[in-house]
């Protein structure tokens, strides 16, 4: 019943930046962490940076010091601003959001994904 919708994505060149805006649709409340993972192919899916409903904040190691994850927990909404891009960086990056629910187990959801190219 959730769905989450991605924007941001594009072709950046080294060392640019980019900012992702994701958002929950339809609705839809009650929804805990939030956050953004990131996929290359050939690749297992990476934490890129989560804040929790509390306000916990968790980066994956290669990205501390240039993202910067944002949370809007009353509009459901989550960002992502990603400077000193490298092309390592490059791959499709994916909203996450934890739904929480009374008497329920919590729900994960994921957004389509929006891609991220970091090349000159």
């Known amino acids: 019943q959730v769905q989450l919708v991605e924007s941001g994505g594009g072709l950046v060149q080294p060392g640019g930046s980019l900012r992702l805006s994701c958002a929950v649709s339809?609705?839809?409340?009650?929804?805990?962490?939030m956050g953004w993972y990131r996929q290359a192919p050939g690749k297992q899916r990476e934490l890129v940076a989560v804040?929790?409903?509390?306000?916990?904040?968790t980066y994956g190691d290669s990205v501390k010091g240039r993202f910067t994850i944002s949370r809007d927990s009353a509009e459901n909404t989550v960002s992502l601003q990603m400077n000193s891009l490298k092309p390592e960086d490059t791959a499709v990056y994916l909203c996450y959001a934890v739904r929480i629910r009374l008497g329920r187990p919590p729900e994960s959801y994921w957004g389509q994904g929006t891609q991220v190219t970091v090349s000159s």
């Open positions: 339809g609705g839809i409340f009650n929804i805990g962490t």
């Open positions: 804040k929790a409903g509390g306000g916990a904040l």
